[in-house]
DNA sequence: TGTGTTTGTTCGTACGCTTTACTAACAAAC
DNA sequence: GTTTGTTAGTAAAGCGTACGAACAAACACA
């Protein structure tokens, strides 16, 4: 540990401080962080001479004393691209500010193969960063499958990778910092900071699979090997199940994923809807229920399909999880769907940037 | 973060380099930390001046250039004092090594209520720190319950404790920093130092009750409420089961805890143990399926009587487990016997003050 | 006009680590 | 016995980082 690391977490400590509460005093920062007054305005210097603090002229003098010069993360100034591959049909890319507001979209059609994927999101993200009319703090990358903490992708069955180094390829493409990680680990940094969820959460990812991220602390977690989260093959309950694509019986993800619950809603009469969403509902809860005992989150988040997750389902989930936990421990556990809809990979890959470059989340 | 700040991480970062690889030469110490050899003389003439490191001797010169003078932790001139208070007869307490050996023993019967309970862990500890005839670093504490982050043991039914803030207690009367945590939390502690665990491992601490500990990127999970590791109450499998104390059916506590399993072995025919074992093995297998899913953690732990553990029921939770996670991902996934033995908890205590006191882990 | 408050900067100081340069102590080769 | 080369550890100087003291600027209020 040297001086300069020192530095570098003071710096992302006036960065964060700025990131959530907006433009404020250098006087401001110092009581905030701790750092005094000096110490902040050599770092807000240093900030404002690499461009990503501004001033942001004088605030309205309230009281006595000199009038203070607001200080505040050059928000307009930078743009962060982001990219979600987990989409069933769509490669999505969008520009997005440092606030995670989305100010620009674009999508491909998915392709498949390394090179084939690869060109294709080599070629989105350089259109938005064209796009972007301004300088791109760097490229966020949600995609499905297991990915390390250098960006390579393990395995991603459904676009035909093993082994890839994603983050190189689109770093040596677009000579741009570029951070990838699973789709559902980037949705729940989304959560954690744009939904206001809080540090220790599950976020539960329902799509063509079903998949999970993990806050713990506040932290990502990441797992033994990089597979954290990988919930969709466990196998829930001791009473059978619906047949899984892995040659399973009562997969987590042949009770919830998105085709095989449209295709046995489809298959029912209107009157036993709600009784196979409750089911559903109530495998995710069996599911849940020892990871809730084990990890103690207080908070369990829902994204996918609003119209299959948000009702019948949430609802059997949450019931299950208090029959199932003791209420001592485990009472204020809430289940709720996200508010960050369908973009939420594409924000948390804006908060994977926030985050690798700023060292603000 | 001040510069004082990135002294203390370094001076952990030598100590913790003794710790784990013994003694060694400045020069060495330089090498291994990639500090330079003027730091590392520093910091260890301040480490010496303190009483935590010690000169100790040259090494036999075995090749060109000036030999070296050894240092080393002091590890003869410092004890750490130990609690278990999870037995069902006993506290037990312990002086131990810096390397976790126990040199020293003594315990009394278990008490119950507030006021008692103090009254006896005080008087073990202070007859431990009398007869450990050295300075003693720290009192760590195993406790069952579930703790928070200042020791303050926030529920304990079986000692009748309920936001009871045993740390503060002990400090005053000893005058000696304490160190208190749940006992499953203390235990997996051990298996990392002392065990040769992995750096995301699960242990589960089969007693009384079930409870346990997680380790993730080797760092312990705490929880929002403190209550990370406490899964007994969690109900497993969807068909029924034995009834539990707390009233619900198929806890896995009712399934496992060494009261219920011994009875229902007690009353079953020779022919019939494997089988309960096994079946009670399946269901800590139910239980761990969907945490190894989620966590991805690599190594599953267990602690408690070999006779009852180790077997049938080890077997049944690892094949339980294989059939249930999938193997792409979960494949490794170990699960075996704790070498800590009885005193794992002990032992857990002292790692709680060595990383408390000296960073080191 | 003076007094008190607040902001932000300048100056000098303390601390921590590095680089550079040195001494001490040894082995190997001659 | 001398020279050469290597390794261990220390001393001095310099740089980066944060702090406290002191101050000027700008304002409210009496």
Same sequence: chains 1, 2.
Avoid at 112 to 135: F, I, K, M, N, Q
Avoid at 341 to 354: C, F
Wanted: proline share 4%; aromatic share 2%.
């Amino acid at each position: 540990m040297l001086p300069e690391h020192a530095r570098g977490h003071n710096r992302s400590l006036v960065l964060q401080t700025l990131f959530h509460q907006g433009a404020m005093s250098r006087a401001d920062l110092s009581r905030e962080t701790g750092l005094t007054r000096v110490t902040i305005s050599d770092l807000v210097g240093e900030l404002i001479a690499d461009g990503f603090v501004a001033e942001m002229g004088m605030r309205e003098a309230s009281g006595p004393g000199k009038p203070a010069m607001l200080v505040d993360l050059d928000r307009d100034g930078h743009r962060i691209v982001g990219l979600d591959l987990s989409g069933a049909d769509e490669f999505i890319g969008a520009i997005l500010t440092l606030d995670g507001d989305i100010v620009g979209r674009k999508s491909v059609a998915v392709a498949t193969g390394e090179g084939a994927v690869v060109e294709a999101v080599v070629s989105l993200a350089r259109d938005l960063v064209a796009d972007a009319h301004a300088p791109v703090l760097g490229i966020g990358v949600g995609t499905p499958g297991v990915v390390d903490e250098h960006g390579v992708i393990l395995t991603a069955p459904n676009l035909g990778w093993a082994g890839f180094d994603l983050e190189t390829a689109l770093r040596e493409a677009l000579d741009l910092p570029v951070l990838v990680a699973n789709d559902a680990n980037a949705a729940v940094l989304a959560e954690y900071t744009f939904g206001g969820a809080g540090d220790d959460v599950l976020l539960v990812k329902v799509g063509r699979g079903v998949g999970s991220g993990l806050l713990a602390s506040g932290q990502p977690m990441r797992g033994a090997h990089f597979a954290a989260g990988e919930v969709g093959h466990v196998t829930v309950g001791t009473d059978g199940g619906p047949v899984c694509v892995c040659g399973k019986v009562g997969c987590l993800e042949a009770w919830l994923a998105v085709p095989a619950l449209t295709a046995r809603l489809a298959a029912a009469s209107a009157d036993d809807r709600e009784g196979i969403l409750r089911d559903a509902g109530e495998r995710l809860g069996i599911a849940l229920a020892p990871i809730v005992g084990v990890l103690d989150v207080s908070e369990i988040v829902l994204s996918g399909p609003q119209e299959l997750l948000d009702g019948p389902l949430a609802e059997a989930t949450v019931e299950t999880l208090r029959a199932r936990t003791l209420a001592q421990f485990h009472d204020g556990v809430r289940v709720r769907m996200t508010e960050q809809g369908q973009d939420i990979v594409l924000r948390g890959a804006a908060v994977m940037v926030l985050s690798g470059q700023l060292g603000v989340s």
